[in-house]
């Protein structure tokens, strides 16, 4: 029944070392959301899919960048890892519509250490 | 920017009161969608209100939206021991292509005590 899996659900990786947090939705959902969520706080958008349009959030930080190969699959690669990108990673889908209205669909996210 | 605020950040009944939270946001909005966060876990869509509508209902959850405050209410009642999660007020932003963005408060933590 899950629509919006990603993969893993706990990540550690080393200081520096790249990293890829995966996420895959059989919501056929145009739309696909990549978010950040440090403990105890707010999700934090970090980009944003139309299709294969991708817009950046401007306080986003370069170290991170995200691909769309397909409709069903999304990916969020951390470069270079800092120890203050350890947070949770939460992906979530929505329909497009008209003056918007929609609900995003999430996963149950990836939670990445740095050591 | 945050465009939510909800209050309280932390709330603890005992199971079968009502719990109240609030949620105020500064620009204006086309909806306005509730979610909820079990620890470790994703976000779950509670409910969404349109900018023109007061009121809506779903099982123990009632929402109201006053546009005129910019702010709104999650009432769940009859608390259960399962209610215990992170509540989230979102609202919306345009994004690319009419693409829909939110914008989250930075939540209620919810604790019901058997």
């Known amino acids: 029944d899950a629509m919006v899996i990603q993969n893993p659900r706990y990540q550690v990786t080393q200081f520096g070392k790249p990293v890829t947090l995966s996420c895959s939705q059989t919501l056929n959902h145009n739309v696909m959301y990549w978010y950040q969520q440090k403990s105890s706080q707010a999700p934090k958008l970090l980009f944003h899919y139309y299709d294969k349009d991708f817009n950046n959030e401007a306080d986003t930080p370069d170290n991170f960048q995200s691909r769309r190969p397909n409709t069903s699959f999304c990916f969020l690669d951390i470069r270079s890892p800092g120890l203050g990108d350890a947070a949770m990673y939460l992906c979530?889908?929505?329909?497009?519509?008209?003056?918007?209205?929609?609900?995003?669909?999430f996963g149950d996210g990836t939670r990445l250490s740095i050591l | 920017s945050q465009q939510g605020e909800e209050d309280p950040q932390a709330l603890s009944i005992q199971e079968g009161e009502n719990a109240t939270m609030n949620c105020s946001y500064k620009t204006s909005i086309n909806n306005l969608q509730w979610y909820r966060q079990n620890s470790g876990r994703g976000l779950v869509h509670l409910i969404l209100i349109r900018s023109n509508e007061r009121e809506k209902h779903s099982g123990r959850l009632r929402v109201t939206l006053d546009t005129s405050k910019k702010s709104s209410s999650l009432l769940i009642t009859a608390s259960r021991a399962a209610d215990t999660a992170s509540y989230f007020c979102a609202t919306d932003a345009w994004g690319i292509q009419g693409a829909q963005k939110l914008v989250f408060g930075q939540g209620t933590r919810l604790t019901i005590n058997p």
């Open positions: 979530a889908t929505s329909r497009t519509a008209k003056m918007g209205n929609q609900p995003q669909h």
